[in-house]
């Protein structure tokens, strides 16, 4: 269960995109980031918000999942992209998804954060 999870916060984004209130548009995007990164989408769901209409987008992935969050109201977005890494090392592809998207929404703050994920613990008692 080895894994890497990024998010980003990102703020003062480009409201004049389709994507901040457009679930196809939205979606467009996702879905070439994620194949522009090297990872196989097996599933989503893009879900609009009434006005001032913000979307939630989650794309899964047969490496884990995208989510993507947006508040044209607030000009922000949040980003989740978690990548398994059993079998290969998907971090690179994973920092590229991210990435990419961070870009396409031309924010002006952004505030990132990586976890690693399903590090097995030391058993008590032994060392290092």
Request: charged share 15%.
């Amino acid at each position: 269960m080895d894994g890497l999870h990024l998010t980003a916060d990102l703020r003062d984004c480009d409201t004049t995109l389709a994507a901040m209130i457009d679930p196809q548009a939205l979606r467009q995007l996702c879905l070439a980031a994620v194949m522009g990164a090297g990872l196989q989408p097996v599933g989503e769901l893009f879900h609009p918000f009434p006005a001032p209409g913000g979307v939630t987008g989650v794309v899964l992935l047969a490496e884990s999942h995208l989510a993507v969050h947006t508040w044209p109201e607030l000009a922000s977005v949040t980003l989740d992209v978690y990548v398994c890494n059993h079998g290969s090392d998907n971090t690179d592809r994973a920092h590229s998804l991210l990435n990419a998207l961070i870009a396409s929404f031309g924010a002006k703050g952004i505030e990132r954060q990586a976890l690693q994920r399903g590090a097995l613990p030391i058993p008590t008692g032994a060392t290092a």
